[in-house]
């Protein structure tokens, strides 16, 4: 319910900027904003993440009653111990204990999570469990136990909406996200499910360069006060899922990255028409479309048609090395089609969409690899 007498959240001024100051090192909380950012593509219920605001990072969500708050901090460093009731609660009020539930001070309800890279010790385990699981109940001794331990050590702390510390252990999870490479792969698994579900299809290199591009929106926002503008800190649902979009196909439209560069140059070096380098990477395109699609390229046929039109690639490139053809980049390119054209023909029982990935393979594959040999 909503606490009478109090501003709403988005009227607060943050009670301190120092990450907004100081970004050195904060790059594993980029990549923890950037997962919040990647779970509002899939769960509507996350409206908002706001990059350095009230807390490191904060979550609006829409229940049933209406908004509530969830105010994360992120700690990458590693202490010599897990952490522990006692390494939460030290520095007692400037604690992390305390300072999360200084942010208690809004109209909306408010929840609480910690994200850390090191683990944390075997008596807050519970922690780890969703708000509402069954273990989590007061009755539950380990839970109670967690309660008491938290609340000897802050004693009467109140926050704003006079809640103390028995409310902030029963309003906090706990994430252990471990290294800053874990939480990167994590998201670009999450992105990439992302794009398969909207029919989008990136090359890694394509992928790597969205995922940065977000990272790059995320350290901007984090670096910007919030008296400068609250609203560039903030990422809401459907302007994001919009903004992500659009970068979809900028990445496609404005360079293919690293991979497909380099297919464009060698492709040019050969002395191939713009127009055929452009269906080669059309053709790439629909090669990895398929390669994704377990209903194509799921089989043994498939497999074997490859590592076939492989070996017969091979083995021209082969006979370009050693002198026995003599072509330039463009004959050699028809010549490698050529070979391709029979492979299929060879194989009239194969499914067509079969037939049709070996072609992407000589396009992805064949003048790729093996036009520069000789440019």
Request: with cysteine.
């Amino acid at each position: 319910m909503v606490f009478e007498g109090l501003a709403s959240i988005r009227g607060l001024m943050p009670l301190e900027e120092g990450g907004a100051v100081a970004r050195t090192g904060f790059i594993y909380q980029d990549h923890v904003t950037a997962k919040f950012c990647l779970d509002m593509l899939r769960d509507d219920r996350l409206r908002e993440v706001w990059c350095e605001a009230e807390d490191d990072v904060t979550l609006i969500w829409l229940g049933d009653d209406g908004e509530w708050v969830e105010l994360v901090q992120v700690k990458s460093d590693k202490p010599d111990q897990l952490w522990s009731v006692a390494l939460v609660c030290e520095g007692h009020p400037a604690s992390i204990a305390a300072k999360s539930l200084a942010h208690d001070r809004c109209a909306e309800p408010c929840r609480f999570r910690l994200v850390t890279q090191a683990d944390i010790h075997s008596d807050l385990a519970i922690l780890k469990l969703p708000i509402g699981h069954k273990d989590r109940a007061f009755a539950n001794p380990k839970m109670r136990a967690v309660h008491e331990k938290v609340s000897l050590r802050l004693g009467d702390l109140l926050s704003l909406r006079r809640r103390g510390a028995s409310h902030w252990v029963g309003d906090l999870v706990w994430t252990v996200a471990e290294s800053e490479d874990a939480i990167r792969n994590a998201n670009l698994i999450a992105l990439e499910r992302w794009l398969e579900d909207n029919g989008e299809v990136l090359f890694s290199d394509q992928r790597d360069e969205l995922y940065e591009r977000l990272l790059r929106r995320i350290m901007a926002a984090s670096r910007t006060r919030w008296k400068d503008g609250p609203e560039t800190k903030k990422f809401l649902r459907d302007l994001f899922i919009v903004w992500l979009k659009g970068q979809v196909s900028a990445v496609k439209g404005i360079s293919t990255g690293k991979a497909g560069e380099v297919l464009r140059q060698k492709m040019a070096v050969a002395g191939l028409e713009a127009g055929v380098i452009d269906m080669a990477e059309d053709l790439r395109r629909r090669y990895r479309r398929l390669e994704l699609d377990p209903k194509y390229m799921g089989g043994s046929e498939t497999a074997d048609l490859e590592a076939e039109a492989l070996a017969t690639l091979n083995h021209l490139v082969s006979q370009l090395d050693r002198g026995a053809l003599e072509a330039d980049g463009i004959e050699f390119h028809g010549l490698c089609l050529e070979a391709l054209a029979g492979l299929r023909a060879s194989h009239p029982e194969a499914r067509l969409s079969a037939l049709q990935a070996i072609m992407y393979i000589a396009a992805d594959r064949c003048r790729h690899r093996f036009l520069p040999a000789r440019a």
